[in-house]
Protein backbone atom coordinates (compact mmCIF):
# COMPACT_ATOMS: atom_id res chain seq x y z
CA UNK A 1 0.00 0.00 0.00
CA UNK A 2 1.30 3.27 -1.02
CA UNK A 3 1.98 5.82 1.64
CA UNK A 4 -0.51 8.23 -0.10
CA UNK A 5 -3.08 8.31 -2.27
CA UNK A 6 -4.29 10.21 -5.11
CA UNK A 7 -6.63 10.26 -7.52
CA UNK A 8 -4.47 11.21 -10.79
CA UNK A 9 -7.64 12.53 -11.98
CA UNK A 10 -7.99 14.33 -15.11
CA UNK A 11 -10.82 16.20 -13.51
CA UNK A 12 -12.53 18.73 -15.95
CA UNK A 13 -15.24 20.82 -14.26
CA UNK A 14 -16.81 24.07 -15.82
CA UNK A 15 -15.76 27.81 -14.40
CA UNK A 16 -17.10 28.53 -11.24
CA UNK A 17 -17.82 25.02 -10.09
CA UNK A 18 -16.69 24.02 -6.87
CA UNK A 19 -13.49 21.25 -6.94
CA UNK A 20 -12.90 18.74 -4.28
CA UNK A 21 -9.52 16.83 -4.42
CA UNK A 22 -8.65 14.62 -2.30
CA UNK A 23 -5.80 12.27 -0.62
CA UNK A 24 -5.79 9.62 1.66
CA UNK A 25 -2.57 8.38 3.48
CA UNK A 26 -1.91 5.18 5.39
CA UNK A 27 0.69 6.16 8.03
CA UNK A 28 -1.02 7.98 11.29
CA UNK A 29 2.38 9.68 12.69
CA UNK A 30 1.87 12.12 9.92
CA UNK A 31 0.99 15.14 11.42
CA UNK A 32 1.89 18.00 9.25
CA UNK A 33 -0.28 18.05 5.85
CA UNK A 34 0.34 20.42 2.56
CA UNK A 35 -0.80 20.96 -0.99
CA UNK A 36 0.85 22.31 -3.88
CA UNK A 37 -0.13 23.76 -6.64
CA UNK A 38 2.17 22.88 -10.02
CA UNK A 39 1.77 24.69 -13.30
CA UNK A 40 3.19 22.72 -16.48
CA UNK A 41 6.70 22.76 -16.83
CA UNK A 42 6.88 25.24 -13.61
CA UNK A 43 8.12 23.36 -10.01
CA UNK A 44 5.48 22.95 -7.61
CA UNK A 45 4.22 25.84 -5.37
CA UNK A 46 2.89 25.67 -1.73
CA UNK A 47 -0.79 26.34 -1.32
CA UNK A 48 -1.77 25.51 2.10
CA UNK A 49 -0.67 23.69 4.76
CA UNK A 50 -2.09 22.60 8.37
CA UNK A 51 -1.32 20.83 11.29
CA UNK A 52 -4.17 19.70 13.00
CA UNK A 53 -8.04 18.28 11.90
CA UNK A 54 -10.81 20.39 10.46
CA UNK A 55 -10.37 22.71 8.02
CA UNK A 56 -8.45 25.69 6.69
CA UNK A 57 -9.32 28.27 4.94
CA UNK A 58 -7.53 30.87 2.62
CA UNK A 59 -9.57 32.89 0.19
CA UNK A 60 -11.08 30.60 -1.98
CA UNK A 61 -9.17 27.58 -0.97
CA UNK A 62 -9.86 25.28 2.06
CA UNK A 63 -7.83 22.44 3.32
CA UNK A 64 -9.57 20.04 5.22
CA UNK A 65 -7.65 17.12 7.07
CA UNK A 66 -9.57 14.05 9.17
CA UNK A 67 -7.01 12.60 11.02
CA UNK A 68 -9.54 9.88 12.39
CA UNK A 69 -9.96 8.45 8.75
CA UNK A 70 -7.17 9.39 7.23
CA UNK A 71 -8.51 11.67 4.89
CA UNK A 72 -7.19 14.60 3.40
CA UNK A 73 -9.18 17.40 1.35
CA UNK A 74 -8.35 20.74 -0.57
CA UNK A 75 -11.59 22.59 -2.00
CA UNK A 76 -11.58 25.32 -4.53
CA UNK A 77 -14.30 27.51 -4.40
CA UNK A 78 -15.56 29.59 -7.62
CA UNK A 79 -12.72 28.00 -9.58
CA UNK A 80 -10.71 30.25 -12.42
CA UNK A 81 -9.32 28.86 -15.77
CA UNK A 82 -6.24 30.35 -13.53
CA UNK A 83 -6.72 26.89 -11.61
CA UNK A 84 -6.17 24.86 -13.98
CA UNK A 85 -3.01 22.81 -13.00
CA UNK A 86 -1.79 19.37 -11.11
CA UNK A 87 -2.33 19.50 -7.21
CA UNK A 88 -0.59 17.55 -4.94
CA UNK A 89 -1.01 15.98 -1.57
CA UNK A 90 2.15 16.41 0.37
CA UNK A 91 2.89 15.20 3.82
CA UNK A 92 6.26 15.35 5.52
CA UNK A 93 7.57 12.48 7.19
CA UNK A 94 9.21 14.16 10.38
CA UNK A 95 9.64 17.78 11.67
CA UNK A 96 13.47 18.01 11.07
CA UNK A 97 14.88 20.51 8.22
CA UNK A 98 15.72 16.81 6.74
CA UNK A 99 12.91 15.37 6.81
CA UNK A 100 11.23 13.74 3.79
CA UNK A 101 8.28 14.82 2.51
CA UNK A 102 5.80 12.33 1.04
CA UNK A 103 4.05 13.57 -2.17
CA UNK A 104 0.59 12.18 -3.78
CA UNK A 105 0.56 11.43 -7.18
CA UNK A 106 -1.20 14.75 -8.20
CA UNK A 107 -4.41 15.45 -9.92
CA UNK A 108 -4.86 17.45 -12.76
CA UNK A 109 -7.62 19.80 -12.95
CA UNK A 110 -8.90 21.34 -16.01
CA UNK A 111 -11.31 24.48 -15.81
CA UNK A 112 -13.38 24.97 -18.38
CA UNK A 113 -14.44 28.74 -19.13
CA UNK B 1 11.83 35.92 -0.28
CA UNK B 2 11.91 31.99 -0.39
CA UNK B 3 13.19 31.83 -4.41
CA UNK B 4 15.10 29.05 -5.46
CA UNK B 5 16.20 29.13 -8.78
CA UNK B 6 17.53 25.80 -11.32
CA UNK B 7 20.00 26.70 -13.66
CA UNK B 8 19.98 25.90 -16.83
CA UNK B 9 16.28 25.93 -17.64
CA UNK B 10 16.36 23.37 -20.28
CA UNK B 11 19.40 21.35 -21.71
CA UNK B 12 19.43 19.02 -24.71
CA UNK B 13 22.84 16.50 -24.82
CA UNK B 14 23.92 13.46 -26.45
CA UNK B 15 24.08 10.17 -25.24
CA UNK B 16 26.86 9.74 -22.91
CA UNK B 17 28.07 13.33 -22.15
CA UNK B 18 27.64 14.20 -18.64
CA UNK B 19 25.24 17.48 -17.66
CA UNK B 20 25.71 19.49 -14.78
CA UNK B 21 22.52 21.08 -12.96
CA UNK B 22 22.57 23.54 -10.67
CA UNK B 23 19.98 24.80 -7.60
CA UNK B 24 20.29 28.22 -5.68
CA UNK B 25 18.41 29.81 -2.96
CA UNK B 26 18.78 32.71 -3.77
CA UNK B 27 17.00 34.49 -0.26
CA UNK B 28 17.77 32.11 2.21
CA UNK B 29 20.12 29.90 3.81
CA UNK B 30 19.12 25.71 2.98
CA UNK B 31 20.62 23.35 5.37
CA UNK B 32 19.00 20.82 3.32
CA UNK B 33 18.51 20.76 -0.23
CA UNK B 34 15.98 17.89 -2.09
CA UNK B 35 16.35 16.28 -5.77
CA UNK B 36 13.58 15.16 -7.59
CA UNK B 37 12.98 13.70 -11.19
CA UNK B 38 9.55 14.20 -12.48
CA UNK B 39 8.32 11.69 -15.68
CA UNK B 40 5.54 13.13 -18.06
CA UNK B 41 2.07 13.26 -16.31
CA UNK B 42 3.67 11.80 -13.13
CA UNK B 43 4.36 13.04 -9.71
CA UNK B 44 7.63 13.79 -8.06
CA UNK B 45 9.84 11.27 -7.24
CA UNK B 46 12.86 11.73 -4.45
CA UNK B 47 16.04 10.50 -5.75
CA UNK B 48 18.25 12.50 -3.03
CA UNK B 49 18.47 14.36 -0.02
CA UNK B 50 21.52 16.78 -0.05
CA UNK B 51 23.19 17.95 3.23
CA UNK B 52 25.85 20.58 3.55
CA UNK B 53 28.89 19.90 3.86
CA UNK B 54 27.94 15.69 3.78
CA UNK B 55 27.24 12.89 1.54
CA UNK B 56 23.72 12.99 -0.14
CA UNK B 57 21.51 10.01 0.69
CA UNK B 58 19.65 8.69 -2.01
CA UNK B 59 16.66 6.77 -2.14
CA UNK B 60 16.61 3.21 -2.56
CA UNK B 61 16.95 2.18 -6.37
CA UNK B 62 18.70 5.47 -7.66
CA UNK B 63 22.42 4.94 -8.89
CA UNK B 64 24.84 7.03 -6.60
CA UNK B 65 27.28 7.55 -8.83
CA UNK B 66 25.10 8.43 -12.09
CA UNK B 67 23.77 10.88 -10.31
CA UNK B 68 26.30 12.84 -8.83
CA UNK B 69 25.43 15.71 -6.05
CA UNK B 70 27.63 18.35 -4.23
CA UNK B 71 26.07 21.20 -1.47
CA UNK B 72 29.00 22.66 -0.97
CA UNK B 73 27.53 25.68 0.31
CA UNK B 74 24.25 26.70 2.12
CA UNK B 75 22.83 28.17 -1.26
CA UNK B 76 24.26 25.89 -4.12
CA UNK B 77 24.04 22.08 -4.61
CA UNK B 78 24.49 20.51 -7.80
CA UNK B 79 23.30 17.31 -9.65
CA UNK B 80 25.35 15.81 -11.94
CA UNK B 81 23.91 13.27 -14.90
CA UNK B 82 26.89 10.89 -15.59
CA UNK B 83 26.87 9.48 -18.80
CA UNK B 84 23.37 10.53 -19.81
CA UNK B 85 21.26 7.75 -21.71
CA UNK B 86 17.94 9.18 -23.53
CA UNK B 87 15.80 7.16 -20.45
CA UNK B 88 17.57 9.68 -18.11
CA UNK B 89 15.38 12.81 -19.76
CA UNK B 90 13.13 13.74 -17.42
CA UNK B 91 12.18 17.17 -15.22
CA UNK B 92 14.30 17.34 -12.78
CA UNK B 93 13.66 19.64 -9.97
CA UNK B 94 15.16 21.23 -6.87
CA UNK B 95 13.60 22.31 -3.76
CA UNK B 96 15.52 23.87 -0.53
CA UNK B 97 14.32 23.67 2.96
CA UNK B 98 15.18 26.68 5.01
CA UNK B 99 17.62 26.33 7.87
CA UNK B 100 15.32 27.96 10.15
CA UNK B 101 13.38 24.54 10.82
CA UNK B 102 9.94 25.22 8.50
CA UNK B 103 8.43 22.62 7.15
CA UNK B 104 8.04 24.01 4.03
CA UNK B 105 9.85 23.20 0.86
CA UNK B 106 10.64 25.69 -1.96
CA UNK B 107 11.03 24.31 -5.36
CA UNK B 108 12.73 25.18 -8.11
CA UNK B 109 11.28 26.19 -11.40
CA UNK B 110 12.77 22.35 -12.52
CA UNK B 111 15.33 22.14 -14.96
CA UNK B 112 14.00 19.77 -18.81
CA UNK B 113 16.51 17.21 -19.61
CA UNK B 114 16.61 15.71 -22.86
CA UNK B 115 19.02 13.36 -23.76
CA UNK B 116 19.31 12.27 -27.60
Known amino acids: QKEVEQDPGPLSVPEGAIVSLNCTYSNSAFQYFMWYRQYSRKGPELLMYTYSSGNKEDGRFTAQVDKSSKYISLFIRDSQPSDSATYLC?????????????FGSGTRLSIRP | GAVVSQHPSWVICKSGTSVKIECRSLDFQATTMFWYRQFPKQSLMLMAT?????????EQGVEKDKFLINHASLTLSTLTVTSAHPEDSSFYIC????????????FGPGTRLTVL
Open chain 2, 50 to 58: SNEGSKATY
Open chain 1, 90 to 102: ALPSGYSSASKII
Open chain 2, 95 to 106: SARWSGGSNEQF
